[in-house]
């Protein structure tokens, strides 16, 4: 087991030593990572980050096959409505997967079992075991988005987070239906000298943002943002020419020519 002390508040220390004495007393072998990162802007953004990178590092070094973590429904409702406020796609609201991979690391499995437990539940397995929680306070601080909604759905009594977590399951599979269909339709994409050509026909938006984003990808271009994609999509559907993350698309003909966008001419002053 590995602990992750971000070194963002004094306590930290002491609850990342408690669990350490826990795993001692029960025979589990624990590791403490300090980071030590500074308070700031987009703290959370960047304590996430370095925590991934941290135990990726830490995978490797002890050789271990798979990261799980404790993330639990509530975690998985909130990440919902969150993406929900932010216009998110199919992708996004089917939220954390059960099985996916470490950030940056695709070589390690990322585990999440707890997934359809209530944080209430897991509080009272743990005091059940004579084990007193440790509090975050950033838990609760209202300047940072999660802690918003978790303070606004605690509001909502008649808010079924079970109910929402089962539908982010449904929407995952919907996601890999998509992907599906996308890699069929990605097989119709053909080679010709420098370009890849592709006749989209009557393929529906969601479909067709898929196949042009593995057409960006096999161009060895990172996967854009799914607003970047739809925008793309969209004016080469209207018959133009557009280009996104380097990569040229020629939607005037029936067949949308994919190519390498040329370097702008920059002549030399004078």
């Not at 067949?255 to 370097?263: C, E, L, N, T, Y």
Request: glycine residues 8%; hydrophobic residues 45%; aromatic residues 6%.
């Amino acid at each position: 087991m590995a602990t992750v002390d971000h070194g963002l508040r004094a306590q930290s220390a002491i609850d990342a030593a408690i669990v350490g004495t826990i795993c001692s007393r029960i025979g589990i072998p624990h590791s403490l990572i300090e980071l030590g990162l500074s308070a700031g802007s987009a703290v959370q953004e960047r304590a996430r980050d370095a925590r991934y990178a941290a135990l990726g590092d830490w995978l490797s070094a002890k050789r271990l096959g798979a990261l799980v973590t404790a993330h639990h429904a509530d975690d998985q409702a909130e990440t919902l409505l969150m993406r929900l406020m932010r216009g998110a796609g199919v992708r996004g609201l089917a939220s954390m997967r059960p099985v996916s991979t470490v950030p940056n690391r695709p070589d390690f499995p990322l585990l999440r079992p707890l997934l359809k437990w209530r944080r209430f539940e897991l509080g009272e397995i743990v005091t059940a075991a004579g084990i007193a929680p440790a509090l975050d306070p950033s838990n609760g601080d209202p300047r940072f988005e999660r802690a918003r909604m978790r303070a606004a759905m605690a509001e909502l009594d008649w808010l079924d987070v079970s109910a929402i977590v089962r539908s982010t399951s449904h929407l995952a599979d919907a996601d890999v239906a998509l992907d599906w269909a996308a890699n069929r339709a990605f097989a119709e994409v053909f080679s010709d000298r420098d370009a890849l050509l592709w006749e989209p026909g009557t393929i529906p938006r969601a479909l067709g943002m898929r196949v042009m984003q593995r057409i960006l990808v096999s161009y060895g271009q990172a996967e854009p943002r799914g607003a970047d994609l739809a925008r793309w999509f969209d004016v080469l559907s209207l018959g133009k020419i557009a280009t996104l993350a380097g990569v040229r698309g020629d939607g005037t003909d029936r067949v949308w020519i994919f190519s390498k966008a040329r370097p702008p001419n920059l002549r030399p002053r004078r």
